[in-house]
């Protein structure tokens, strides 16, 4: 009989189950764990965002690049009719800035850009489904608020009725300037060159050699492209 209680008092020490204490312990040593997973998995997910921002942003500016090349590698040697009915505009040129832009022609982020700061006549405008118009196209680029917008028209000589169709290329920056390479050799922030006998044909069908894009952006800073004019 005491044999049999002794292995009855075992048995029953062996399904007692677990203190108070073990289930507290149990229970924190979960938490912890809970939290370190759920601390990785949530950096994870940040760290996920943050790249895909940072693509999205590459993205758009090599997009913007690819279109500014387009623009400028093919720029064609065509002037167009002045909006107003009085004479012509060259095929590429600087229009001034607004009033919150600096010496060199670039505006800061928080300035909105009245005029352009180039415009130009470019080739090469694909007609996929055979619109009547020409393979020209008049292109111009405005610094707006910290994002740079290109605008081109339906038509090549637009008189003041025709308004652009607008598209932001590239946004978060800080200031955007375009430089101009001579035959001289000398890089200018004004084209065309201010020169005697103005107005004339040659003058007005003048294109750099070159054209330098500055842009400074939020993200990584002045980025500088240089784009070579075919002769």
């Known amino acids: 009989m005491i044999g049999a209680a002794s292995h009855c008092g075992h048995a029953a020490r062996r399904t007692r189950g677990f203190t108070l204490i073990e289930m507290l312990v149990a229970v924190f040593i979960a938490v912890i764990m809970f939290a370190i ?79 352009p700061l180039v415009m130009l006549t470019r080739g090469g405008w694909s007609n996929p489904i055979g619109v009547q118009r020409p393979q020209l196209e008049r292109v111009a680029y405005v610094f707006d608020k910290g994002t740079l917008v290109r605008e081109h028209w339906n038509v090549l000589d ?35 060159p201010t020169v005697a006998g103005a107005q004339t044909g040659a003058y007005l069908r003048e294109r750099p050699v070159a054209v330098e894009v500055v842009l400074d952006t939020k993200a990584w800073g002045k980025i500088v492209r240089i784009f070579e004019i075919a002769g």
């Not at 090599?62 to 505009?89: K, N, Y």
């Open 37 to 115: 997973g759920y601390g990785a998995i949530n950096q994870a997910l940040e760290s996920r965002g943050a790249i895909r921002a940072d693509q999205r942003q590459l993205l758009a500016l090599q997009t913007a690049m690819l279109v500014m090349e387009q623009d400028f590698v093919q720029l064609a040697p065509r002037p167009i009719r002045s909006p107003e009915g009085q004479g012509w505009l060259p095929a590429i040129m600087t229009t001034g800035a607004s009033a919150s832009s600096d010496a060199s022609g670039s505006l800061d982020a928080s300035g909105t850009g009245s005029q």
């Open 158 to 192: 637009p008189t003041l009725s025709d308004l652009p169709v607008k598209r932001n290329l590239l946004k978060h920056l800080r200031s955007v300037r375009f430089l101009y390479l001579n035959y001289s050799r000398q890089w200018v922030t004004q084209w065309p």
